[in-house]
């Protein structure tokens, strides 16, 4: 496939109290960090191929500097209140060059290095839609380096991401940017009426069915 899942994002409240439900379902944290410039901190959840990301804002100043304001990232961060997306979409691509199937437009986010950019989808444009876009990252978790990733999910039995599912409100027609991404069968669109949601599909290390991971509901099932 020569665009491949990276991580997926989620608006939670300051502090990610989600991340305690989360850490009670034997679920381990990757890493947190700051965003300094662009007003959100985050906390992550690494699987062997992709990672979850729950992220908040910090900084309502930064979020609404007009570096950051075109991304609609205020808005999404109050999701319930602007009826916006709480999720995002980071996209990996298999070789350097291959282009993404979606227009994009370049997001200077203030804490990368001077003069490099992330290619969002302009279909973001809109709140109401998943935040899509090209991760700066390049490699699987259980690629990593530096140890961020840990020993993942695999002390609970979860491997991988294997299907991602977007259900969007009835009101919301979904981007023709997630139409192409299920083409690709990098997800699955659906309108069923209980969006916005997002389900991930998660492989266990032994042989076993998946389970379902329900956000925001933040519940695993079979």
């Known amino acids: 496939m020569a665009v491949e899942l990276d991580h997926v994002f989620m608006f939670v409240s300051p502090g990610a109290p989600e991340a305690v439900a989360l850490s009670r379902m034997g679920m381990r944290q990757a890493y947190s960090r700051r965003h300094p410039g662009q007003g959100t901190a985050n906390v992550c959840f690494a699987f062997d191929n992709a990672y979850l990301e729950l992220l908040w804002a910090e900084d309502p100043d930064e979020l609404a500097s007009p ?99 977007l259900d969007f409100p009835p009101s919301v027609e979904p981007a023709p940017a997630f139409d192409a991404l299920a083409r690709q069968r990098l997800l699955t669109v659906a309108s069923s009426g209980v969006g916005p949601r997002m389900t991930l599909t998660l492989s266990r290390t032994k042989d076993a069915p998946p389970k379902r991971l329900i956000l925001p509901d933040m519940s695993l099932v079979e």
Request: no cysteine.
């Open 67 to 165: 570096a950051v304001a075109p991304t609609g990232l205020a808005e999404r961060a109050d999701w319930r209140a602007y009826r916006a997306s709480p999720f995002g979409i980071a996209v990996r691509t298999s070789e350097t060059g291959i282009p993404l199937p979606f227009a994009t437009w370049d997001y200077a986010a203030p804490f990368l290095p001077e003069g490099e950019t992330i290619a969002v989808a302009k279909a973001s444009e809109d709140p109401k839609q998943p935040f899509l876009f090209r991760s700066p990252g390049d490699e699987r978790p259980d690629q990593w380096r530096d140890f961020r990733a840990g020993a993942r999910q695999r002390p609970i039995g979860l491997a991988e991401i294997i299907g991602l599912r």
